[in-house]
């Protein structure tokens, strides 16, 4: 089993539309999560961290289920702009002092907004 | 977060050839940082993690006689593919473990031909 599972895609869905991922992750021990995006050719950029208690970020919520091991983001009102491949990150150490430790990566989710 | 400069950005270079990719960190002073290795349509893999004034620890199947990396200083980390093959055409990586958690480089595309 992978460590960090994601359904790679592709979504194609319309602006407008609602839009989300699911990721699973196999290291109970795991201590932060994360969501970034990755534009084709580039460097993968945060997008968002995951709490517990679920967070939004305008139009992104990202949501943690501890028992499942399920991490989720959901994007709201879709831009074209979203067009991207989404990545799944785990971080299996405590984060402690100021510094974060090996990071998983989903293999990550292509989606693809179409006018 | 920290700024992280990676270069080069973009490189092609012949089989038996090496090449050297430089990781900086311009505001922020780094004991560590990351490579990472993704193929097309593939996770971002973790190579090593390069260690200040120390050997590097290399992740389970990466052959470190090939990829070296140095990391002689706290502001930059190198990586050099030795005698590069096509198979080693990759988007190579680097990240630093900074204050705001997570800053990675602009990464480098290599092709070997």
């Known amino acids: 089993r992978k460590e960090v599972e994601q359904d790679p895609g592709p979504f194609n869905v319309p602006e407008g539309a609602t839009v989300a991922f699911n990721c699973t992750y196999s290291?109970?021990?795991?201590?932060?999560f994360f969501w970034y995006r990755q534009d084709c050719r580039k460097e993968p950029k945060l997008l968002m961290s995951v709490y517990s208690s679920g967070n939004e970020d305008g139009r992104f919520t990202a949501q943690l289920n501890r028992a499942s091991q399920y991490i989720s983001l959901l994007i709201r009102d879709s831009k074209l702009s979203d067009s991207a491949t989404y990545l799944c990150?785990?971080?299996?150490?405590?984060?402690?002092?100021?510094?974060?430790?090996?990071?998983?990566f989903g293999q990550g989710t292509i989606l693809t907004v179409h006018p | 977060g920290a700024v992280v400069s990676q270069h080069p950005s973009w490189v092609i270079c012949k089989s038996g050839t090496s090449v050297k990719i430089e990781c900086r960190s311009l505001d922020f002073q780094a004991t560590t940082m990351f490579w990472y290795r993704q193929f097309p349509k593939q996770s971002l893999m973790l190579m090593a993690t390069s260690n200040e004034g120390s050997k590097a620890t290399y992740e389970q199947g990466v052959e470190k006689d090939k990829f070296l990396i140095n990391h002689a200083s706290l502001t930059l980390s190198t990586l050099t593919v030795t005698s590069a093959h096509p198979e080693d055409s990759s988007f190579y990586i680097c990240?630093?473990?900074?204050?705001?958690?997570?800053?990675f480089g602009s990464g480098t595309r290599l092709t070997v031909v």
């Open positions: 290291n109970s021990a795991s201590q932060s």
């Open positions: 990150v785990v971080n299996p150490f405590n984060a402690g002092g100021t510094s974060y430790g090996k990071l998983t």
């Open positions: 990240r630093i473990p900074d204050t705001a958690g997570i800053t």
